[in-house]
Nanobody
Framework: VQFVESGGGLVQAGGSLRLSCAAS????????MSWYRQAPGKERELVAD????????NYADSVKGRFTISRDNAKNTVYLQMNSLKPEDTAVYYC?????????WGKGTLVTVSL
């Protein structure tokens, strides 16, 4: 099982980024997926999750209305569209899947939002 995130970078406040997480090594379409983030000096927190069939999504209050999680099961990829970014969104963003009863994490992608 492997997850590889991409799409992070430096963006000004109010800007947008789209993160991608490419999954491999398991039947992606069977499993819910999540995005987490960890800011410097803080604990890792859930940003959003999505059910296996995209029928259900869930967001942290801090990102509701600004971020959108989606997935393409044909491409084994989950996305996080981030709009109206704020400096407090600065963090390393990770994708996670609970596969075969075990949590698997990617290595993360850094998002930095400047004033």
């Amino acid at each position: 099982v492997q997850f590889v995130e991409s799409g992070g970078g430096l963006v000004q406040a109010g800007g947008s980024l789209r993160l991608s997480c490419a999954a491999s090594g398991f039947t992606f379409s069977w499993y819910d997926m999540s995005w987490y983030r960890q800011a410097p000096g803080k604990e890792r927190e859930l940003v959003a999750d999505i059910s296996s069939d995209s029928g259900r999504t869930n967001y942290a209050d801090s990102v509701k209305g600004r971020f959108t999680i989606s997935r393409d099961n044909a491409k084994n990829t989950v996305y996080l569209q981030m709009n109206s970014l704020k400096p407090e969104d600065t963090a390393v963003y990770y994708c996670k899947g609970l596969v075969y009863g075990t949590n698997y994490w990617g290595k993360g992608t850094l998002v930095t939002v400047s004033l």
